[in-house]
């Protein structure tokens, strides 16, 4: 079949992206007026993690041409194979360790005045629906071939039941219109599909964040637009088990003044992935008083249901032999475990007792996150949930590193949030629904006293 030249367009590659994202991020949003600021020395930083993504790619890349070949030759590719990954994971957790103290020291960066962008709010909103249909086109150019090999990390058995829902809808539409596709091609469309439905919702969540939280339109498309741009989204553009969880855990920050709404959203993402887990504690201490019991209440529920349904599924599809845990790969998140041989990070090869005084530095780090500062706002909860999952790449046995868009939108929130002190979850009015709730519970399990008797006279 003969095609126009006009669609014989070819997307750029992985280096290319990078310089192009660059450039155009500085002209976009660096403040030439102030070329010293805190702001300008973030929009750089960004790109710091980039050389890591590179140098991994191309050791895959040596690896697979070693496979190819035998003898000497074989050796030396696959030998620089081995020491640019190994690089590549030391230069991602070295780019990761800066961010990881920049959200500290965010803490203590209070007035902080609104972001100004060098284009107005009509060319925003333009680029960054332009660059969301670019990204549409990556994810949907790239082949299945290109899937299977590209995926980083494993998906969590609840992440794969709502991937293979999106393969039977999408294979069902494709029957009902006389086109018998190959069911491969399905799951392809479905993966893809879901994972830009996904990148959507966090795009859109951003410039509500900004719009209504920060207070201007422009900040909140603004920070949606650099979110395409950067070249993390491109590279993992079609990992479903990246960006589900952080899709739901975005627009928990931006219920963050209902607590039980944001509750049953990171309940929601904890119980179908792992990491949201370790932002409970950070979460609850930024409700301390202030809606604690009902954001704990609504999380223990959403995670439960959701594991209990994963449960479910699991026992009627396999009802002999299953096992939860491996399914969920909760094996991948104990660091006293020894490693699996298909696993790749910067501790491939290293005994797991070495991995365990950085993850006693981690629950360390996370404890204190609970009590410190005693009262937290937007800007605390924010930064704190960035470092929580920056922190999580130090100790994470399957490459630990490579899960930026675990965190890549809080991080653009504390580059363009304003001063958020006034920002706080409002406090817990007596008589609440909740409360209710509660009262008309203990009313009727509470033991039945007997009529007294009137006083004899």
């Not at 007035?111 to 086109?137: F, H």
């Not at 950085?358 to 937290?376: D, T, Y």
Request: charged residues 10%.
């Amino acid at each position: 079949m003969e095609t126009s030249i006009f669609l014989d367009f070819l997307l750029p590659n992985a280096a290319s992206w990078f310089y192009f994202s660059l450039l155009l991020t500085i002209a976009l949003f660096f403040q030439f007026t102030r070329p010293l600021s805190i702001r300008n020395l973030d929009l750089l930083m960004l790109f710091a993690l980039v050389p890591g993504f590179l140098l991994l790619q191309e050791a895959a890349q040596l690896a697979a041409e070693a496979n190819a070949l035998t003898g000497a030759g074989a050796a030396r590719l696959k030998s620089r194979a081995t020491h640019e990954r190994t690089f590549g994971y030391g230069w991602l957790l070295a780019a990761s360790l800066y961010w990881f103290m920049r959200m500290l020291l965010d803490m203590a960066l209070i007035r902080r005045p609104l972001m100004n962008t060098n284009l107005n709010l009509y060319g925003l909103s333009w680029l960054g629906i332009a660059l969301l249909i670019c990204l549409t086109a990556v994810a949907v150019r790239r082949t299945p071939d290109q899937l299977e090999k590209g995926i980083v990390g494993k998906q969590p058995a609840s992440i794969e039941h709502v991937q293979e829902t999106a393969t039977v809808v999408v294979h069902t539409a494709q029957r009902s219109q006389g086109t018998d596709a190959p069911p491969a091609a399905a799951r392809f469309l479905a993966e893809r599909g879901l994972a830009m439905v996904c990148h959507t919702a966090v795009i859109f969540g951003l410039v509500m964040i900004g719009w209504w939280h920060f207070g201007d339109l422009t900040t909140g498309v603004g920070t949606a637009t650099l979110y395409t741009l950067l070249p993390f989204t491109a590279y993992n553009v079609g990992q479903v088990h990246h960006i589900w969880p952080t899709a739901f855990v975005v627009w928990a920050i931006f219920a963050y003044r209902r607590a039980a709404v944001s509750g049953w959203l990171l309940g929601i993402a904890a119980g179908t992935s792992v990491f949201p887990v370790l932002l409970f504690p950070v979460w609850f201490g930024f409700y301390s008083g202030r809606g604690a019991s009902r954001f704990g209440l609504a999380f223990l529920t959403a995670a439960a249901l959701s594991v209990g349904l994963t449960a479910m599924v699991l026992w009627i599809d396999a009802p002999a032999g299953w096992n939860l845990v491996s399914a969920l790969h909760l094996s991948e998140w104990k660091p006293w475990k020894a490693p699996d041989p298909t696993t790749e990070s910067i501790w491939t090869g290293a005994h797991w007792a070495y991995r365990v005084p950085v993850f006693v530095l981690f629950v360390g780090f996370l404890v204190s996150g609970v009590v410190w500062p005693a009262r937290k706002n937007l800007s605390h909860l924010i930064a704190l949930s960035a470092a929580v999952l920056i922190g999580v790449q130090f100790w994470h046995i399957d490459r630990g590193g490579q899960y930026v868009l675990w965190y890549l939108p809080f991080v653009l929130m504390v580059i363009f949030r304003p001063t958020l002190t006034a920002a706080e979850p409002p406090p817990v009015v007596p008589g609440s629904l909740l409360a209710r709730w509660a009262g008309a519970a203990w009313r009727m399990v509470r033991p039945a006293r007997e009529p007294q008797k009137p006083l004899a006279v």
